[in-house]
Structure formats: C-alpha cells, structure tokens
C-alpha cells in the first residue's frame, strides 16, 4: 500500500511543481486517486499493473454506490492523467484508461440571478445589518462585475489592484493571468471600504490581502462562502445562492446584453470555449419563456390548445371547427 502511495504522491507533486496545478486542484486528484488505490490494494492489484477491465470496474463500482455521474467523470479524469504520467516516465508502456468514455450527465444551466434579483443581493449588506456591511458589499460586488471565482476573490491582492481601482491582474486556474475590471458601482464600494480595512489591520499581522475577517486576517475561501450564505438566507430570492453564483450571473448578464461569447471567455479565464457556451443556453431558455408569454401562437388558451391568431382557441390537433354552413 505504502509503495502504490508513494507513486500517487510523486505525481501529485509534479502536477503542482511542473504543471503549475494549485494546491486545492491536486487535492481534489489525490482524493479521486486514494479511492482507486484503496480498490487496487483490496484486489491485490499494482496501479502500474492495472489493465482496462480494473479500471472499468472501479468506475462500474462508483456508479453502483450511487457516485454523481460528474463525479464519476472526475475520478476517470483524474486517473487518464495518472497514467498518462506514468507512460510519460516510463512507470508502464500503455494507458489502461484510453478505451474508457465518460459517462453521459444530465445537462444543467448554471444556477443564476437575473439582473434585478443581483441588484437585489448587491444591497442586502445595506440593509441587513449583519457582518461587515461596507466589505460584504465590496466583496460581492467585486464579485459580480469582474466575475471572479471564489478563490480569486479570497486571493486579491492589493499589490494586483489597479491604482484607481477600476480593475486588477487575476492569477486563475493553472495559474493562467488575466485582466479584469470592475463597475463603478464596485470600485466605489472598494474605496468606501479601505479605511475600515486599514483600521482593522494589525502592526503585527500586515497582510496585502484585500479582503480580510473582522479580526484583520486574511479571509479565506470557506470564509468567502460563509458571508455570502449569510446574504442568500436574508434574500428571500428563494434560490440556492452560492459564490459561484454570482460568477454566472456576470456571464449570463453579458451574454444577454449581446456581448461575443469570445470575449465573455476571456474575462471569465476558461481555457475552453465550450465552457462558455453554456451561457448562451441560459439566453435561449429565456428568449423560449419570452416567446411563450408574448407570441400569439406560444400562449396556451385555458380551455386547453393554443391561441389562434384571429383570437379564438384552437382546439387540440391544430385544425379549426368548421363554421355553421361550411361543408363538413
């Protein structure tokens, strides 16, 4: 057991040496890869000795525990690339993971507000009276207008911080850097926060995190989240409010307002252009809502059918009742 550890822990330590993987990433990878070396010493298999069918029946195993689908999708792709490391430095000649697909996943639109529900959210710490209004407001409104994932935000930094605040340099998954802006509106809740900020800063405990706890340290991503459950209780949106929500509803807003889906991927850091086109799904389920509610031919009648143009229902099967006198 000691030995097929030792062998996930040197990989883990290329990914974050070699590859620029963050610490959080390789984490997640180690978990998936600790599953499968448990299920190869239960079978007194050597990862390096693994062929398809073991694989295939780890992943079966998964599914049959009642593993998510994108989490099964997870644990294969973290195993594809521990072997193809291992090929890559001679462990083994062959990739057992190859001949395996992915599972198919229901697709999902990203959870998200529409812009008078963010509008909403965005002044909740004016009125909430809880935490730390003039950060929390900062917080997510930087959030929001930049589009920054939970651990971006966790990590800006003073020192990446344009001088005028209007945007910052982002270091983002795989340490990919980026440009960012933020809206008025932030950039005016950002400068409406830095006395306080400065005030809470302890001589002993400098940090160039720019946002921190009440007690001058630097916030953390589990600290991040917290606040804005703390919001999402008191929205009463009715929806499951998360950080990543407002990520996507930076997307979708731009996206909505006709902004190429190129450009959206840039500023949000996706290394894949797919990633991005989810938000123009989120777009085509709105213009479908639009088109139900406005079109004469979208509206259903409540007798049932739908709504003829002349005004008059149309009966199920598409076809109008015959007038009196017309032949039958």
């Known amino acids: 057991m000691a030995n097929r550890q030792k062998l996930v822990e040197e990989y883990l330590a290329y990914l974050t040496s070699v590859r620029g993987v963050s610490e959080r ?8 890869l600790g599953h499968f070396i448990n299920y190869c010493s239960n079978h007194d298999l050597f990862p390096e000795k693994a062929g398809a069918a073991q694989v295939r029946a780890f992943i079966a195993d998964l599914s049959a525990e009642g593993v998510a689908s994108v989490s099964v999708n997870r644990a294969l792709s973290s195993i594809r690339g521990f ?14 993971s190859a001949p395996l697909h992915n599972l198919k996943t229901p697709k999902t639109l990203p959870a998200f507000l529409w812009e008078g529900e963010m509008a909403h959210f965005s002044e909740l710490p004016d009125t909430a009276g809880i935490l730390w209004p003039e950060r929390d407001k900062a917080l997510i409104l930087a959030m929001y207008s930049a589009g920054l994932r939970v651990s971006e935000t966790a990590a800006l930094s003073l020192k990446n911080m344009e001088t005028d605040f209007s945007g910052a340099r ?30 809470r800063i302890k001589a002993e405990r400098p940090t160039e ?11 953390s991503v589990p600290g991040v989240r917290w606040i804005i459950s703390k919001y999402a209780e008191r929205s009463g949106l009715g929806k499951n409010i998360h950080p990543h929500s ?23 850091g996706h290394a894949s252009i797919s990633t991005t086109q989810r938000y123009t799904h989120v777009n085509m389920e709105r213009l479908k809502k639009v088109y139900t509610a406005a079109h004469p031919h979208g509206r ?13 229902a149309r009966p199920h099967g598409g076809q109008e009742r015959p007038r009196d006198g017309q032949r039958k």
Request: hydrophobic share 35%.
């Open 246 to 268: 407002l990520r996507h509803s930076f997307a979708t807003h731009l996206v909505n307002s006709g902004c190429d889906v190129r450009v959206v991927q840039e500023l949000l």
């Open 209 to 219: 995190r720019l946002f921190i706890s009440l007690k001058g340290a630097p916030i």
């Open 83 to 96: 072997y193809r490391w291992m090929v890559r430095f001679g462990f083994r000649k062959d990739d057992p």
């Open 25 to 32: 990433t390789a984490s997640a990878y180690g978990l998936d």
């Open 170 to 199: 982002i270091i983002g998954k795989g340490n990919k850097e980026r440009q960012v802006f933020f809206s008025d509106e932030a950039r005016e809740a950002l400068l409406g926060y830095l006395p306080a900020r400065k005030e």
């Open 300 to 312: 259903a009648h409540p007798h049932g059918g739908r709504a003829h143009p002349n005004g008059r």
